[in-house]
């Protein structure tokens, strides 16, 4: 099946050297350039986590980062563009050229199953449905077992309502499927870093702490789980491979989470000669002088 994973602009951007949009569709009143986050641009993990998955049942899969495109762009892509499913990448940023991207490829091609995911579509799954009547099914947290059982049942043409873990529509009423249970061995995902080139990178997912700013419990549920150190480790030696610039940003929740875990990684790092420079996110009570050094 030919699936098409894109990562919408945030609105309506103007070609270079044109005025703003001011149909509405474009950038919000005072927005100014430099006033998106500096990662905003960067293709989400996510999408590639799920590309990696349906590359492995074999499906034809394109992963496009439409971030930055002038609308124009966008338009001739999507017109170019085929495919039996669309999943679009939502976060707060961008869901405004999520709808339009959504509005775009519906009238483009009418027959397609569109789906979004994301953190923005993991907290208001019913309400992205509600105002955008051209996506069919939103997935909610961690995606990759939902997203490949849709892909299966688009794929056999069967229904696409109560598929754990999505929001849908049953008739004239949005609807919730039953809860999806989180994946207990994350070992059994592929590495994204097998296909694509990326330096960014996920060893865990989740956190034991539940701090009210962070949207890490909606995502990945209560809890840390975590991938094997050898995996790790060789997912570091693929990526490592693909990179021009060796440096890797490691985007874990609270990576310093499980310290004898990194300690291991640490020295796995340090016996199989990999360098390059690296990044995490983590708690200053989660750290000590032998992590530090």
Request: glycine content about 8%; charged content about 25%; some cysteine.
């Amino acid at each position: 099946m030919r699936i098409a994973l894109l990562y919408p602009p945030p609105w309506k951007i103007s070609p270079p050297g044109e005025p703003p949009d001011l149909s509405g569709d474009g950038p919000p009143e005072g927005f100014e350039a430099g006033d998106l986050d500096g990662d905003f641009h960067q293709v989400p993990y996510g999408l590639l986590t799920l590309a990696s998955e349906a590359l492995g049942e074999g499906h034809q899969v394109k992963v496009l980062n439409l971030s930055a495109f002038p609308w124009d762009q966008v338009e001739q892509t999507l017109a170019e563009l085929d495919a039996d499913l669309f999943g679009l990448s939502c976060w707060t940023a961008n869901r405004r050229g999520v709808a339009l991207v959504a509005q775009e490829i519906r009238a483009r091609h009418p027959a397609t199953h569109i789906v979004v995911g994301g953190p923005h579509a993991t907290a208001l799954g019913p309400e992205l449905l509600a105002h955008t009547s051209a996506i069919d099914t939103v997935v909610v947290g961690e995606s990759e077992v939902t997203f490949m059982e849709l892909v299966a049942r688009v794929d056999a043409k069967r229904p696409t309502r109560a598929i754990a873990g999505t929001v849908y529509r049953d008739g004239e009423q949005v609807t919730r499927g039953p809860k999806r249970a989180a994946i207990r061995d994350l070992d059994q995902l592929t590495p994204p870093h097998e296909h694509f080139s990326s330096h960014i990178m996920m060893t865990s997912r989740g956190c034991p702490w539940a701090c009210t700013f962070c949207g890490a419990q909606s995502a990945w549920g209560r809890g840390f789980r975590s991938h094997s150190v050898p995996y790790v480790l060789d997912a570091l030696e693929r990526a490592l491979e693909r990179l021009p610039v060796k440096m890797i940003a490691i985007k874990d929740d609270t990576f310093t989470t499980d310290r004898k875990r990194v300690l291991a990684l640490c020295r796995g790092i340090r016996d199989r000669g990999l360098r390059f420079l690296w990044s995490c996110d983590t708690r200053v009570d989660m750290l000590d002088a032998e992590l530090l050094h």
